[in-house]
């Protein structure tokens, strides 16, 4: 919470990782996709900010694949305050080895999972 009593600008990017992180960990391992789990890095996140939301107020994120390509793809967002657009966003997500501490291509598998969520 700022000092206005609105949920942090910061908070924002947490709570669109919590919805990108359910997408990725916990619908494609129903899917049985666990290599997003072995590494996915941001690389860019682009926010806009359309109005301050309360505190105590629900909010909602509906999220989509913006772009999709070999060795990355991106995830774009809006947060819902009640039913209005509170915040727009973007995030470049890089698949990534994380032992050899390099981003790697995106499987056949992850490809295919994030296709129905393509806009």
Do not use: K
Request: net charge negative.
């Amino acid at each position: 919470m700022d000092v206005y009593g609105h949920v942090n600008n910061a908070r924002f990017l947490t709570l669109y990782e919590e919805a990108r992180v359910a997408l990725m960990f916990v619908g494609a391992r129903e899917h049985g996709i666990t290599s997003f789990e072995q590494g996915v890095v941001i690389s860019r996140h682009e926010v806009d900010y359309l109005r301050p939301v309360d505190y105590a107020d629900p909010v909602r994120i509906e999220l989509w694949v913006a772009e999709l390509r070999p060795s990355r793809f991106v995830i774009g967002y809006e947060l819902f305050d009640r039913d209005a657009v509170a915040s727009r966003a973007r995030s470049v997500c890089v698949p990534f080895d994380l032992a050899t501490g390099r981003p790697r291509r995106m499987s056949d598998a992850e490809r295919e999972f994030l296709l129905p969520w393509a806009a």
